[in-house]
DNA sequence: TTGAAAGCGCTAACAA
DNA sequence: TTGTTAGCGCTTTCAA
């Protein structure tokens, strides 16, 4: 009833537990006869080496604590898919925890996967409580964020260009001639970026900023309707929304819909992260499509490599993103009073 | 540097481990002044009790191992978000393992996880090595399993109805006049069940099963569109298509529009499952909404039960799909050589 | 109400 | 090449 132990093995075998330890890890140096007859003994027992047991003498528990705010979101889930492969590769499980953007959850879950003596954090954006990173840090423990910056700390760090890839998304909507260019951020930190990408663009493209045009709102297709619902009941409704995710671009989608005005005729959408979603929706969403492989890949490297103690020093990581066009965007259309002869002949 | 072990707690409070253990699980009688002082102290070391340690003492290791085909797939990260919950509200956490449909994974995370020690198992559709489902029983592991009966087998379980699942959607697009339904199944066990669904509700509409009608593929866009693809170059192509999840329905449609023609009113395509993709794709899908919540629940209650031997009998739970009617089907076209004086007047 | 001590399954010196 | 043994941090009897 009881799973085989190391004692079962070695009585079995005739040899002591350190022989079959030795064998179980290939460390010291075993005779090839001995240490068939180990393997086929664990084989016959079917014996399952607890890594409970020799984590507690020090060893690694292999796993890795992630932090994101909801599994669910496509965004994440392709991530954390990502990321676990990269992680398997490496010897490593995750324990995923979504933290629903709750400071409470993240107290609860950082707390909780200390105890089960993770051996490291991978943390996303969305978090909110930085005094919980810098326990892990007084702790000692390996954490990396993704898009994520805690700039005073130094922490390894993976996260895309949101300023560059603000400017892109805005520049995009003003070359196609929007004057009038909304933007529903999200209330995470690359968000600042982005904003400031946004900005730049604007003053680029010699457009005014207009806190009419701002909004903010959790990751939720129902938060991007409303919110762009609101917007588009300006007296001077925006011709462009840019949605920094493509839920909350969805959802913008949605609310234009509604309104029985067409995308991208009437108003023009761009999204930002490239999920399964922006392609299937409709009309497909121009977006800025994220590199999720590289981020969770890079962020699996370097958290297991600071676990590991292969890289001592921390690093930032910066990829960019990088705009896909479809057909949610398009030109700015002239406005009503024109009349026929205004349509250019072409 | 190392984080306190329970002898620092002991020792700073001026009392034994046995104290400190007794008032960290509330086992015992502690008076309330040291119990007073040892919470403090714990406070003051930052003290987090290794659950490794406890568990190593026959303690549970409160977690679960959850297979699943993808979670980059929408519909297994909702239902894996739902269990992630429930599961934390009873004090589990979930390691989540993506197999996609291989046998060597399945194995090699099996084997992982059973070394790890985790308290028990979520096994859900698409899961292929019943061997190794045996193998956790001989373990005496407990063993939920999701939309996967093992018949032969005693076993906690929960799924839809497929089978009726499979007959309401067919009827639905039967209702809607279409005589020529098309499938595109997916290699997982459930399948089986909505194939019988299927050919019943042809029987009982009068229709013939086809054999040409009939495809299978794995869960992807891509394939979606090509199966389609193959069942719209038919010489006599199906005006309804009937797929087994919502990923594949959405690549059906893509091949829909990629021939120019339009949903629903040339071809009408009902999915399966309700995942967000089905709200927003275009246009959006009729499907059959699975209770993600529901199983979600269910599963997590049945393993735990198992586990805390709260629950000795196994169930089956069956819980139903529901027909969540949208925009991507439609009464059948009258045929090409249908002219004006046949337009029915209303 | 508290504590001493054995033991959980394994690793890693150190000896042989 | 193999074995003995002392922990790892905790739980749990059993005594005090």
Chains 1, 2 share one sequence.
Not at 139 to 158: D, E, G, Q
């Amino acid at each position: 009833m009881k799973s085989p132990t190391i004692y079962d093995v070695a009585e079995k075998a005739g040899v002591s537990i350190a022989t079959v330890s030795k064998v179980i890890n290939n460390t010291g140096r075993i005779s090839d006869k001995t240490r068939k007859k180990v393997l086929s003994v664990m084989d016959e027992l079917n014996y399952y080496p607890s890594v409970v047991a020799s984590a507690l003498t020090g060893k690694r528990t292999h796993m890795i604590g992630l932090l994101l705010p909801n599994l669910a979101n496509p965004f994440y889930a392709e991530l954390a898919r990502n990321m676990e492969d990269r992680a398997d590769e490496l010897g490593y499980s995750l324990v995923i925890c979504s933290t629903d953007y709750k400071e409470e959850k993240e107290q609860k879950y950082v707390s909780l996967l200390i105890r089960k003596r993770v051996d490291g954090f991978i943390i996303t954006s969305g978090f909110n409580n930085v005094d919980l990173v810098q326990e892990l840090l007084d702790h000692k423990i390996p954490v990396t964020l993704i898009a994520y910056n805690i700039t005073r700390k130094s922490l390894n760090t993976v996260s895309v260009d949101d300023y560059t890839g603000g400017y892109q998304a805005t520049a995009h909507l003003a070359e196609l001639g929007h004057k009038r260019i909304a933007v529903i951020t999200e209330q995470v930190q690359s968000s600042a970026d982005r904003i400031r990408g946004y900005k730049t663009a604007l003053n680029d493209f010699e457009l005014l900023y207009d806190d009419n045009l701002f909004s903010e709102a959790q990751a939720t297709v129902e938060n991007g309707e409303k919110e762009a619902g609101k917007l588009l009941n300006l007296e001077d409704p925006p011709t462009a929304i840019f949605a920094f995710n493509d839920i909350l671009a969805i959802g913008a989608m949605e609310a234009v819909h509604k309104r029985g005005l067409s995308i991208p005729e009437d108003v023009s959408i761009i999204g930002f992260d490239n999920t399964i979603l922006a392609k299937h929706c409709y009309p497909p969403l121009t977006t800025m499509a994220q590199p999720l492989d590289e981020i969770g890949n890079q962020a699996v490297d370097l958290l297991v490599g600071e676990i590991e103690s292969k890289i001592t020093r921390k690093q930032r990581v910066m990829l960019s993103a990088e705009l896909v066009i479809r057909d949610s965007t398009g030109p700015l259309k002239k406005k009503k009073k024109t009349n026929a002869s205004d349509v250019s002949i072409q």
